[in-house]
């Protein structure tokens, strides 16, 4: 599967110092941020059509993307709070370097990065799974009422 980390080079995280792993840290929230706005636009288009849907097999399909999406969601949350709180150590290490362990600290960087890289996967896959099933569902609930027009 393709790798989704941010870090300019293999060994970035060991090599870079304080400010310019702020900055990437940075960039991982502002993504973060953006994904937390694309999860609620998901789950507000899931909504949008779940009236509409009158097949049980349907109503199930969707119930489970959705349950995928809110723990997306929780999960966004977290890392959001994560990677605040990365970001505010970060900053006590760019004022005093003598703060924390530093090998110690990389370590948990690159496991934030881990986690928000695996986090972005599974975003990316569930996004392509809400829109598949949302244009099987018009398609196919559409065809259900012209159907149901037709025999009346």
């Given at each position: 599967?393709?790798?989704?980390?941010?870090?300019?080079k293999?060994?970035?995280?060991?090599?870079?110092?304080?400010?310019?792993?702020?900055?990437?840290?940075?960039d991982?929230?502002s993504?973060?941020l953006f994904?937390?706005?694309?999860l609620?636009f998901l789950l507000?288009?899931?909504?949008?059509?779940?009236?509409?849907?009158?097949?049980?097999?349907?109503i199930?399909m969707?119930?489970?993307?959705?349950?995928?999406?809110?723990?997306?969601?929780?999960?966004?949350?977290?890392?959001l709070?994560?990677?605040?709180?990365h970001?505010?150590?970060?900053?006590?290490?760019?004022?005093?370097?003598?703060?924390?362990?530093?090998?110690k600290?990389?370590?948990?960087?690159?496991?934030?990065?881990?986690k928000?890289?695996?986090?972005?996967?599974?975003c990316?896959?569930?996004?392509?799974?809400?829109?598949?099933?949302?244009?099987?569902?018009?398609?196919?609930?559409?065809?259900?009422?012209?159907?149901?027009?037709?025999?009346?």
């Amino acid at each position: 599967m393709r790798d989704f980390r941010n870090r300019p080079k293999d060994n970035y995280i060991n090599e870079a110092d304080w400010q310019k792993l702020y900055v990437l840290t940075e960039d991982w929230k502002s993504n973060l941020l953006f994904y937390n706005d694309d999860l609620k636009f998901l789950l507000h288009l899931i909504d949008k059509y779940f009236m509409w849907i009158s097949r049980k097999e349907n109503i199930d399909m969707v119930r489970e993307i959705e349950v995928g999406l809110l723990k997306l969601d929780n999960e966004c949350s977290s890392l959001l709070n994560l990677t605040n709180k990365h970001l505010h150590h970060l900053g006590e290490l760019i004022d005093n370097p003598f703060v924390y362990d530093s090998h110690k600290f990389r370590t948990e960087h690159e496991q934030l990065e881990d986690k928000i890289a695996n986090f972005v996967k599974d975003c990316r896959k569930n996004r392509k799974e809400v829109f598949t099933i949302t244009e099987y569902l018009i398609d196919g609930e559409e065809m259900v009422r012209k159907l149901n027009l037709v025999s009346r």
